[in-house]
């Protein structure tokens, strides 16, 4: 990686932001989510570094990358989401169309949270020349790093319920690596 790293920044943010919004990869990334307690931003910059910078990251370093964002993972971006969150079932007034602009408000500072954890995480990249273009198998065994990182916290082994999910990410990162 030799762009400076703002410039890898702006090109993580806009790479998370369109691979999220094609059909199927928000689903796939909330199963990976709330199944497996994984950091979408997090698995999405190494998704990015691996298509887009060929750097495939290392379970060590995927490791220190979740140390670098994990206390603003969990002091700012979990808060927020769990009170938008709040607010779509209650408590009273909410969900009303009273309380629906505070809800917006709340998932804009979300997502402004998720893209400075995406400057934390770029600015914790490794930093090394990129190496041949990253087959699927290479990326899925990456992402599998991953998840199985945040399920070991929890003692728990890598499921097949979640390899569909591993498995449309990796489909659909492989379209346009760039």
């Known amino acids: 990686m030799t762009k400076a790293r703002g410039e890898l920044e702006a090109e993580c943010w806009a790479f998370a932001l369109e691979i999220y919004a094609k059909p199927g990869i ?3 990334c909330l199963t990976l989510q709330n199944e497996a307690g994984v950091d979408v ?9 691996a298509t887009r910078q060929r750097i495939l ?3 060590a ?3 220190r ?3 670098a964002c994990r206390p603003w993972r969990e002091q700012i971006v979990w808060p927020l ?3 938008r969150a709040g607010l779509k079932g209650g408590p009273q007034p909410a969900p009303s169309s009273d309380t629906e602009l505070f809800r917006s408000r709340i998932k804009a500072a979300e997502l402004e949270a998720e893209r400075l954890q995406n400057q934390l995480l770029v600015d914790s990249l490794p930093m090394r ?3 041949h273009a990253v087959a699927a198998e290479e990326l899925r065994s990456v992402i599998g790093s991953v998840v199985a990182l945040f ?3 929890d003692g728990v082994k890598l499921s097949v319920d979640l390899l569909p999910s591993i498995n449309e990410i990796v489909e659909t990162a492989m379209q346009d690596p760039r």
């Open 57 to 59: 990251l290392t379970p």
């Open 129 to 131: 020349p990129g190496k």
């Open 81 to 83: 989401r769990s009170i």
């Open 41 to 49: 931003m997090l698995l999405l910059t190494i998704v990015f570094a």
């Open 61 to 63: 370093e995927i490791g």
């Open 151 to 153: 399920l070991e916290k």
């Open 26 to 28: 928000s689903e796939a």
């Open 65 to 67: 990358l979740d140390e």
